[in-house]
């Protein structure tokens, strides 16, 4: 299986959204949200080239019950996840992160 390898400033995406949600639904709907974040993931690491390409050719996969999204490349020995987007964020949001140990 690949190794996972995230951008430094995921924990603040992440960060943000779960304050968010715990303000606005109380912490249920943040645990939720985090739930979702973790199957998101989970769907990446088993089948990494299975989404499809989004923007700055990266991958996308969707959370399910929540407006937010992953951004990701993937190789046969590398996951790097760039991104956990809001779907209303500019699609430029996050495409300037970089991760050498993709690059060629």
């Known amino acids: 299986m690949p190794e996972v390898?995230?951008?430094r400033l995921i924990q603040?995406?992440?960060k943000?959204?779960?304050t968010h949600y715990d303000e606005e639904g109380g912490s249920k709907l943040g645990d939720r949200f985090f739930d979702e974040v973790e199957v998101a993931v989970t769907q990446i690491e088993k089948n990494p080239t299975g989404h499809h390409f989004s923007d700055g050719g990266l991958?996308?996969?969707a959370l399910m019950s929540?407006?937010?999204?992953f951004l990701y490349?993937?190789?046969s020995s590398i996951i790097w996840i760039a991104v956990l987007r809001h779907d209303k964020r500019h699609p430029n949001?996050?495409?300037n992160r970089k991760n050498d140990s993709m690059r060629r």
């Open 66 to 69: 929540f407006p937010y999204h």
């Open 93 to 95: 949001f996050g495409l």
């Open 16 to 18: 943000s959204a779960i």
């Open 5 to 7: 390898i995230y951008h």
């Open 73 to 75: 490349e993937a190789d």
């Open 59 to 61: 991958r996308r996969v």
């Open 12 to 14: 603040k995406d992440l």
